[in-house]
């Protein structure tokens, strides 16, 4: 199953998937999660981030599945920090055996997300120059700076990296949706905790 959808799309494509099937016995919480509910989810880390095209989010047939997958465990009384210990490990066929929904394995560009610190460095090759005499040995040289950029990507999970320009707000959501497979292997390894799920006063009708 190979498509793309906006929240709005996304939104109805869950409504068509859980076309017939009972509400909630909860009545606060909703049949079909709208797109508020979906952003929700996401920074409970129960949804993997969105792709960016520009300023619009794109999800996938994996953001469906997990979607119904919430719903479904909702239906069955789980609460949200209930599903937060088992959804983020459930791997594609998990999902796809749970919601029906038929998902192909992770594409090679994710695979290699998950695995891009195993990678090793890509060195550039100068241009031919001509040869200048080595420079003589320094016997103390002198420290020099460097710009680092520590980005959040979960609690208690932070990258740090040396940046060559200065980084952007694109850059961070690139990173961020790119590490999402590393923070549901830490996740299901309970290497790290869930983030807490918000108490009722305070969270979205989801």
């Not at 959808?5 to 909703?30: D, F, H, K, S």
């Not at 479904?72 to 791997?91: N, V, W, Y």
Request: proline share 12%; with cysteine; aromatic share 4%.
């Amino acid at each position: 199953m190979s498509a793309s959808w906006t929240i709005r799309e996304l939104c109805e494509q869950v409504e068509e998937q859980l076309a017939g099937e009972e509400a909630p016995v909860n009545g606060q919480v909703r049949a079909v999660p709208d797109e508020r509910s979906v952003r929700y989810y996401t920074t409970l880390g129960l949804l993997d981030r969105p792709q960016l095209r520009g300023r619009t989010a794109i999800y996938g047939p994996r953001h469906l599945a997990q979607l119904v997958a919430i719903k479904r465990f909702q239906g069955e009384g789980k609460t949200l920090a209930e599903i937060q210990h088992s959804l983020p490990a459930m791997d594609d066929h998990a999902l796809a055996r749970l919601t029906g929904i038929a998902l192909a394995t992770r594409p090679p560009r994710a695979t290699s997300r998950r695995d891009f610190w195993r990678e090793p460095a890509m060195e550039l090759a100068e241009p031919d120059l001509p040869s200048a005499p080595a420079p003589s040995p320094s016997p103390s040289p002198s420290p020099s700076l460097t710009s680092v950029v520590e980005l959040t990507l979960a609690p208690g999970v932070r990258l740090a990296f040396e940046t060559t320009r200065p980084a952007t707000d694109a850059d961070a959501a690139a990173l961020l949706s790119a590490a999402s497979p590393l923070l549901t292997e830490l996740l299901r390894r309970h290497l790290i905790t869930p983030a807490p799920a918000a108490t009722p006063s305070t969270s979205p009708n989801p």
